[in-house]
């Protein structure tokens, strides 16, 4: 899937995501990419999880990494908290570094991270990367269901595109596959909600939570994977 197929597009608040014509999906909500991002995985997410567990480091693992939205506002988060991060984005088809500089999300991050992050893209494709004190980054460009790790996350943010687009990766085998790589009082956070998932979850020993949605949604979900759960 080339980039040839991606376009840049604007959405209701401003911000910028891509068009993926292949697909036929945007990356983030034309109701806004930039609130999406914030109310869906900053603070259903990592803000969730921060104000709950006193850690002074989190780790996060990305299914769908994408144009890179939510770890940049992820990353600024945690710089400011002074909480270490090591994130993990899954994408099997990387943008650009070109594409990836045309988003403007610099407006949406500082400019210290911006730069360390356009500058050290290509590499973190390949290894992880420290960008700054409170943050390291690592993209795996492979696909979801190829993915292994040893690692296990405090945090998973469910980005791929809407199960009409994707119906894989909203079925039993990647889910089960995604949700093992979180630890027992982990949180997962997706911007869709379905009895299918709903279930799934619960099947699998999560604790589930209707939260309210982005613009444009009325509900998301939350769930958080019961201590029981090895």
């Known amino acids: 899937m080339g980039n040839n197929n991606l376009e840049i597009v604007t959405t209701a608040d401003g911000s910028k995501t891509i068009y993926n014509a292949q697909v036929g999906e945007h990356y983030h909500s034309r109701n806004g990419a ?49 909480t270490l991060l090591n994130y993990t984005g899954i994408e099997a088809y990387p943008i650009s570094a070109e594409m990836m500089a045309q ?38 460009d492979i696909k979801l269901t190829d993915f292994k790790t040893e690692q296990r996350y405090d945090i998973i943010y469910f980005d791929a595109f809407a199960s009409a687009r994707q119906p894989e990766m909203w079925e039993q085998p990647a889910i089960s596959h ?24 619960k099947a699998l020993g999560f604790t589930i939570e209707k939260v309210p949605g982005a613009a444009g949604k009325r509900e998301m979900l939350r769930a958080t994977k019961n201590l029981t759960n090895n």
């Open 34 to 82: 930039l609130q999406e991002s914030r109310h869906v995985f900053v603070n259903a997410g990592l803000n969730f999880f921060l104000d709950a567990n006193k850690t002074d480091e989190v780790s996060i693992l990305e299914v769908g990494f994408g144009t890179g939205l939510n770890f940049l506002l992820s990353a600024d988060e945690c710089a400011e908290r002074q």
């Open 103 to 140: 988003t403007g999300y610099d407006e949406y991050s500082s400019p210290e991270l911006w730069a360390a992050y356009i500058a050290s893209y290509p590499d973190a494709l390949k290894k992880q990367v420290k960008l700054d004190h409170y943050c390291n980054l690592q993209i795996a």
């Open 178 to 201: 995604t949700v093992s790589f979180l630890k027992p009082g982990g949180v997962f956070v997706t911007y869709a909600i379905t009895g299918n998932l709903k279930r799934m979850l």
